[in-house]
């Protein structure tokens, strides 16, 4: 019953409850409650189930527009063409809701015991198992598809989930006297609270079976292991953080409607090349300090999927490289997800110099020095100290030296360097 436009008017909310158009809101609660009773889903043989679950669903539409009186002062005025998606009417009430206010528990799951009044309700489905998934920068880039073999719980088939034997009948838990859920006490703070929580006993079903009737093939559990083979495909140009999402995947848990899902956040592994900023890479340049001033033309890295990436520089004639200078590759990045397109590469020129006593010949240091621009302007002065210095000083030691500081005496008394 969506409220749509066609045929809402024709809709008599107050015949489906079976009460006149001036009843009293406690006669459409009274009429609303034995109209659930006598078409609830799970009271009905299965063979009329369905027609119960849509009667079911018709008594709680209709005792939401009429219980509330404005929209039955809407409804009496225009029909039910005044309910539109727009006013929130489009699927109904939330059923779970209108069954805890009369007591009659959540889920579709029957009356009484767990997720009655003022207990914890069943939740409609178990709960997602979320969990993170390391994944390299190769297979992000290429995309990649994962088989492997998951263990999960699931109704158990000889007893349908309840744990015991066929004809067996349970009996009222002792701990928690049927309800599913115990109160206990918490300290928050300096306060004591009361909290709902579900029955240890009875795992919240509010009853237990004697260990002659429960269940040969789950022990009682409800539940059993079941292996089975699960496949993820990790798709090209995917970012950290990302969700993959095997629906239904999860633990079948007995009172849920159905089963949560598997959720993998991708993590992205630190790579020793490359590193990943949205669909652009970078990647340190090494060169030579020849190549640096004369050129190059080779293979200068690796890229994720096997292939050499090949420079030719300079593109004109006399262009150096220096140091922290960045060359950018375009279309040489990650791939971007459902597109042909990549981002870009940007190489970060390191230039490497020769080691310690490379220039051994003096003859062949004079010509290069030849060969290479000459010093700056010398700088005049009136003094000049020639000083020595370490060839081997760290930056981290910046700021750190040994000095003096100023401390103030007592009153009246001098300030004095203090020597640390």
Not at 85 to 99: C, E, Q, W
Not at 109 to 122: C, I, N, V
Not at 376 to 397: K, L
Request: glycine fraction near 12%.
């Amino acid at each position: 019953m969506n409220g749509n436009t066609d045929n809402t008017e024709q809709i008599d909310l107050y015949g489906i409850l079976g009460v006149e158009k001036g009843a009293s809101k406690a006669e459409i609660k009274k009429a609303f409650h034995k109209a659930a009773l006598a078409n609830h889903p799970d009271k009905v043989p299965e063979a009329e189930r369905e027609s119960a679950e849509i009667k079911f669903k018709a008594a709680s539409q209709a005792y939401e527009i009429l219980y509330d009186d404005e929209k039955r002062q809407l409804y009496d005025t225009h029909g039910m063409a005044a309910f539109d998606g727009s006013r929130g009417m489009g699927n109904g009430p939330d059923l779970d809701d209108i069954l805890n206010m009369f007591g009659m528990g959540g889920g579709m799951a029957g009356f009484g015991g767990p997720g009655g009044p003022g207990g914890p309700r069943r939740p409609r489905r178990s709960p997602n198992e979320e969990q993170k998934y390391e994944v390299s920068l190769e297979d992000l880039y290429k995309g990649k598809t994962v088989k492997f073999s998951s263990t999960k719980n699931v109704i158990c088939s000889k007893c349908k989930g309840t744990g015991g034997k066929e004809d067996a009948k349970p009996k009222e838990c002792a701990t928690c006297k049927g309800q599913g859920f115990r109160q206990v006490l918490r300290q928050v703070g300096p306060m004591l609270t009361q909290e709902m929580q579900e029955c240890s006993a009875c795992g919240g079903a509010g009853s237990v079976y004697n260990p002659k009737d429960k269940c040969k093939k789950c022990k009682g559990k409800k539940t059993t292991e079941e292996k089975k083979q699960l496949e993820i495909y990790i798709p090209r140009g995917a970012r950290e953080g990302e969700k993959i999402v095997l629906e239904g995947e999860a633990d079948q848990i007995p009172g849920t409607s159905e089963p949560g899902d598997i959720i993998f956040h991708l993590a992205e592994l630190p790579h020793e090349v490359f590193q990943r900023a949205g669909q652009d890479l970078s990647a340190k340049l090494d060169i030579t300090l020849a190549e640096a001033l004369l050129g190059f033309n080779r293979v200068v890295l690796e890229h994720l999927d096997g292939r050499g990436i090949q420079l030719k520089h300079p593109k004109e004639p006399g262009k150096i490289l220096r140091p922290g200078e960045v060359l950018k590759v375009k279309g040489e990045g990650m791939p971007h997800k459902k597109s042909d397109a990549k981002g870009d590469l940007f190489l970060i020129v390191d230039v490497e110099f020769p080691e310690d006593g490379f220039f051994s010949d003096p003859q062949a240091a004079e010509q290069l020095q030849k060969l290479l621009p000459g010093p700056p302007p010398p700088i005049m002065t009136e003094v000049a100290d020639e000083v020595q210095y370490d060839e081997d000083a760290d930056i981290e030691e910046f700021g750190h030296g040994e000095g003096g500081e100023w401390v103030d005496e007592d009153e009246g008394g001098q300030a004095q360097c203090a020597t640390q």
